[in-house]
């Protein structure tokens, strides 16, 4: 296998730029643990094995149970997640495979509910960022470790 560009050497500029969203995700209200959902249940999707590693690891260190990480794969058959997870988790779904149907209005309503405008818009941005990393490391052919 032939490697492929390192985008972070090659363009600084560009990672620099991502992480300062990261910076900003950071410093959000939104619970590290829906962060850590958001990423590995966008990662499962994009079949992101360097994120999934990661971002798998990093939920555990932060309390999310092994069960509800594997769960993850079926989280709309699940009984281990709450409303608001939900809401969340079907978002990301959506957003992650948005050229398939785009977002649809009872996904965007119910998740709007449940989290109002502000938190509304971190997940929406949280999603947003693990899907540029998960098309930063698949194509890249980034590996974990």
């Known amino acids: 296998m032939n490697s492929r560009i390192n985008i972070a050497s090659v363009e600084p500029k560009a990672l620099k730029a991502m992480l300062?969203?990261?910076?900003?995700?950071?410093?959000?209200?939104?619970?590290?643990?829906l962060k850590k959902l958001i990423k590995v249940r966008a990662s499962m999707i994009n079949q992101c094995a360097y994120c999934i590693e990661m971002h798998v690891a990093e939920a555990d260190n932060v309390g999310v149970s092994t069960q509800k990480l594997f769960a993850l794969a079926a989280w709309r058959e699940s009984p281990l997640f709450n409303p608001q997870e939900r809401a969340v988790l079907a978002l990301t779904d959506e957003m992650t495979q948005i050229?398939?149907?785009?977002?649809?209005?009872?996904v965007y309503d119910a998740a709007l509910a449940e989290l109002g405008e502000p938190l509304l818009a971190q997940v929406m941005m949280q999603v947003i960022m693990i899907n540029a990393w998960n098309r930063f490391a698949v194509a890249t052919q980034m590996t974990h470790g």
Do not use: K, N
């Open 20 to 33: 300062e969203v990261e910076g900003y995700l950071e410093g959000v209200e939104l619970s590290t643990s």
């Open 99 to 106: 050229a398939q149907h785009g977002v649809s209005e009872q």
